[in-house]
């Protein structure tokens, strides 16, 4: 820092000593209670703004945990935006590439952030639906269903839309969990949990490149499945395909 303007120098001192006090010393001149101020100002923001995107994490930790989390985030994470709203993907970017897990660490904490950082991620998402030849009402057998650009689908371990203080798993489900997260006409932001099945079909519907109708989807699921009633597998897919579309997961179809 020696080549650099006297008050740059003074800026780094003091963004290095906000983000980790323990280590970094205040800037020369400063008062400690001036200093303080900043200190918790800085902190405090961030700790709120992050409790506020991941409020199942912060309720099952403990006090001391939370704040050790925050603290090494502000330590060793280098954001690469200014904006409050992107802060929580910067976050989840901390857990998943720079954070050593802990023995005190539930196994499920990766997936349990990223569960909580979607709602936000897609509330803020400035993808839009193009509804030219969309029919809202369309026959979802007889035409191609399309998926909503507003409408994600993830797969996790744990089940982790059940996490709460009560409910804490300490090994995966016996199955994958398969949850939609969905934003509707009113910037609603809502979550389908799936089976295998249905999410199979979401993901049919959403990578079909033959532009197979309804039926057609569905028959080749039930040929996929080895289920024994084809037709019943298509009356029931119907009506997850009715449900999906309610929900707005699916903005309706176009034409076979």
Same mark, same amino acid.
């Given at each position: 820092?020696?080549?650099?303007?006297?008050?740059?120098?003074?800026?780094?001192?003091?963004?290095? #000593?906000?983000?980790?006090?323990?280590?970094?010393?205040?800037?020369?001149?400063?008062?400690?209670?001036?200093?303080?101020?900043?200190?918790?100002?800085?902190?405090?923001?961030?700790?709120?703004?992050?409790?506020?995107?991941?409020?199942?994490?912060?309720?099952? $930790?403990?006090?001391?945990?939370?704040?050790?989390?925050?603290?090494?985030?502000?330590? $060793?994470?280098?954001?690469?935006?200014?904006?409050?709203?992107?802060?929580?993907?910067?976050?989840?970017?901390?857990?998943?590439?720079?954070?050593?897990?802990?023995?005190?660490?539930?196994?499920?904490?990766?997936?349990?952030? #990223?569960?909580?950082?979607?709602?936000?991620?897609?509330?803020?998402?400035?993808?839009?639906?193009?509804?030219?030849?969309?029919?809202?009402?369309?026959?979802?057998?007889?035409?191609?269903?399309?998926?909503?650009?507003?409408?994600?689908?993830?797969?996790?371990?744990?089940?982790? #839309?059940? $996490?709460?203080?009560?409910?804490?798993?300490?090994?995966?489900?016996?199955?994958?969990?398969?949850?939609? $997260?969905?934003?509707?006409?009113?910037?609603?932001?809502?979550?389908?949990?799936? &089976?295998?099945?249905?999410?199979?079909?979401?993901?049919?519907?959403? &990578?079909?490149?033959?532009?197979?109708?309804?039926?057609?989807?569905?028959?080749?699921?039930?040929?996929?499945?080895?289920?024994?009633?084809?037709?019943?597998?298509?009356?029931?897919?119907?009506?997850?395909?009715?449900?999906?579309?309610?929900?707005?997961?699916?903005?309706?179809?176009?034409?076979?």
């Amino acid at each position: 820092m020696a080549d650099i303007p006297d008050f740059q120098r003074k800026q780094y001192e003091f963004a290095a #000593h906000i983000r980790d006090p323990g280590l970094a010393p205040a800037p020369e001149g400063i008062e400690d209670r001036r200093m303080a101020v900043y200190r918790d100002l800085f902190f405090n923001n961030i700790s709120n703004l992050l409790g506020t995107t991941f409020p199942v994490i912060k309720k099952i $930790v403990t006090q001391d945990k939370w704040e050790s989390l925050v603290r090494t985030f502000m330590q $060793v994470h280098h954001a690469r935006t200014p904006y409050f709203l992107q802060m929580p993907q910067e976050f989840l970017a901390f857990l998943q590439d720079e954070y050593e897990m802990q023995d005190d660490d539930f196994p499920f904490l990766l997936e349990l952030a #990223h569960y909580e950082s979607i709602e936000l991620a897609l509330s803020i998402s400035e993808e839009e639906n193009d509804l030219a030849g969309i029919d809202p009402d369309g026959d979802l057998l007889a035409n191609i269903p399309v998926k909503s650009k507003l409408a994600w689908a993830f797969a996790y371990q744990f089940p982790v #839309h059940r $996490v709460a203080p009560t409910f804490l798993p300490s090994e995966p489900g016996d199955q994958a969990t398969f949850l939609a $997260v969905y934003r509707d006409a009113d910037d609603k932001v809502g979550f389908l949990e799936l &089976n295998p099945v249905t999410a199979g079909l979401l993901d049919a519907i959403d &990578n079909n490149p033959d532009n197979k109708t309804g039926e057609q989807i569905l028959r080749n699921l039930a040929v996929i499945a080895n289920f024994p009633d084809a037709d019943a597998f298509v009356r029931h897919g119907l009506d997850a395909l009715e449900e999906m579309r309610q929900l707005t997961i699916l903005t309706g179809t176009r034409a076979a």
